[in-house]
């Protein structure tokens, strides 16, 4: 089963590769042939299989030798990997909807940060759509108020944030995924997902001003980091919590 739910990842990958590079742009998700960027040479279906093609076709257009970028292969990848990730840390009973919601959940943030890296922005269509996921989550999960709550409090917060820098820190999709992820981890693991978010933007600034990459003019998008937190949050805030009280 393991198996099964790792290359539906591949596949939903695959979509997610579709998303990131047209939504926006005009161009059809679903009825539109795939192209290669350079000869325009249609790709046939033994060029579109997740991974395998890119491995087989070493990374090359069948047709121009042009190079692909290693962004499809990595984005299938990580897609296959984190449906298996959210699928094994999933407690039985399996919930197949939780299950279900989780998995589109993290998808979409995997859509988004990708997006987020590439365009500098977090589209509106994906972001109402894992607003509607959290809200979907609370009717399953049964922590209205709590929940709802924790959503109010992110979002206000990144608000203020967005707010005070005037869009420089944070920009208004943050804030607005920051009330979907509020909402669907509920307290305390919301707080975790923001502290692991921070922490792990704080060490990526370190590591660029160590390779002298980062420049005052230089935009670090956060929907990645929040995303990485909230996903975190969701493996193991639980254990989280529990170590750090242990310090106490
Ligand atoms: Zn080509």
Redesign the pocket.
């Known amino acids: 089963m393991a198996i099964v739910i790792f290359f539906l990842g591949l596949i939903f990958g695959s979509f997610a590769n579709v998303i990131i590079l047209r939504l926006n742009t005009g161009e059809s998700l679903i009825f539109k042939d795939s192209r290669?960027?350079?000869?325009?040479?249609k790709l046939q279906w033994f060029e579109l299989i997740p991974v395998a093609s890119f491995l087989v076709l070493r990374g090359r257009?069948?047709?121009?030798?042009?190079r692909i970028s290693w962004q499809y292969p990595a984005v299938e990848f990580a897609s296959g990997f984190l449906f298996l990730l959210i699928y094994v840390s999933t407690t039985t009973p399996i919930n197949i909807w939780s299950l279900g919601l989780a998995t589109a959940f993290f998808w979409l943030l995997l859509v988004i940060s990708v997006y987020d890296i590439r365009h500098k922005i977090i589209p509106n269509s994906l972001v109402y759509l894992v607003v509607a996921i959290a809200f979907l989550s609370l009717i399953v999960g049964q922590q209205l108020a709590q929940n709802l709550i924790s959503g109010i409090a992110l979002f206000s917060f990144f608000a203020f944030l967005w707010w005070v820098s005037k869009g420089q820190w944070m920009g208004f999709g943050d804030a607005k995924l920051a009330l979907a992820i509020g909402i669907f981890l509920g307290w305390p693991l919301s707080l975790v997902g923001v502290l692991v978010s921070f922490w792990v933007g704080a060490l990526f600034g370190l590591v660029l001003i160590f390779l002298r990459r980062l420049h005052l003019k230089t935009h670090v998008p956060f929907g990645p980091f929040l995303s990485i937190g909230a996903l975190t949050a969701f493996l193991w805030g639980e254990r989280i919590i529990e170590w750090y009280l242990s310090l106490l």
């Open positions: 290669c960027f350079f000869c325009s040479q257009c069948r047709s121009c030798k042009s």
